[in-house]
């Protein structure tokens, strides 16, 4: 069982940054890998982010350089850097984490048994 807890979201203006959390108990947070997802209505989640147990990164073409997943060891939370906000980010942001993957990947990573946030809104105004 693994408990995760998103916090961070906000109302922020076009080019600005937010910073989002992810605390995550339960389970040992450098074995894991962890990903962002977001989700607007009438749309499916869509993955953003990931860092695997060693660091590694892998984002979604359409927010690289632009987004930043990183963690804390000592916390058990990992992070989304998220700068040059604009409107077409704004959805529902979810962290996650699967019981077993394939690759720790936001897009086709062969994800099973996964443990979900409940979110924290980001609206993105121009």
């Known amino acids: 069982q693994v408990q995760l807890v998103e916090s961070g979201g906000g109302s922020v203006q076009a080019g600005g940054s937010l910073r989002l959390s992810c605390a995550a108990s339960?389970?040992?947070?450098?074995?894991?890998?962890m990903g962002w997802f977001r989700q607007t209505p009438g749309k499916e989640r869509e993955g953003v982010a990931t860092i695997d147990p060693d660091g590694v990164t892998s984002y979604v073409d359409s927010v690289k350089g632009q987004f930043t997943i990183s963690r804390d060891h000592s916390k058990n939370t990992f992070y989304l850097q998220m700068n040059s906000l604009k409107p077409e980010d704004t959805a529902m942001y979810y962290c996650?984490?699967?019981?077993?993957?394939?690759?720790?990947?936001?897009?086709?990573?062969?994800?099973?048994?996964?443990?979900w946030g409940q979110g924290t809104q980001v609206t993105v105004s121009s």
């Open positions: 996650a984490t699967p019981t077993t993957y394939l690759r720790c990947q936001p897009v086709g990573g062969g994800w099973f048994k996964n443990y």
């Open positions: 339960g389970t040992t947070y450098g074995t894991y890998c």
